[in-house]
Nanobody
Framework: QVQVVESGGGLVQPGGSLRLACAAS????????IVWYRHAPGTERELVAV???????HYAESVKGRFTISRDNGKNTAYLQMNSLKPEDTAVYYC??????????WGQGTQVTVSS
């Protein structure tokens, strides 16, 4: 019933930008928080950014000032605007739609590669 789909990943040069999208269905989207995670090979999964149902945002220190999380409840979609990308941003990015720890849904991930 519940589906979460990330899109927008790709290959970019250092300093470039990408906008990721997270589309969800089967839930009342406006009632859920959105959490972006990333996972690079050989590393632990990292929380990147959060936006609450009321619009409050939080960011990992490593992306502050470069990434912006937003949401459009009318489109049941959240976004992660990524600017000034660095090679260390390379990872699979996952979107989680969560009301609480027992009601969270994950997408399949989208690959972001930053390389010259």
């Amino acid at each position: 019933q519940v589906q979460v789909v990330e899109s927008g990943g790709g290959l970019v040069q250092p300093g470039g930008s990408l906008r990721l999208a997270c589309a969800a269905s089967g839930i009342i989207f406006s009632s859920y928080s959105i959490v972006w995670y990333r996972h690079a090979p050989g590393t632990e999964r990292e929380l990147v950014a959060v936006i609450g149902s009321g619009g409050t945002t939080h960011y990992a220190e490593s992306v502050k000032g470069r990434f912006t999380i937003s949401r459009d409840n009318g489109k049941n979609t959240a976004y992660l605007q990524m600017n000034s990308l660095k090679p260390e941003d390379t990872a699979v990015y996952y979107c989680t739609v969560a009301r609480d720890s027992r009601n969270s849904y994950w997408g399949q991930g989208t690959q972001v590669t930053v390389s010259s």
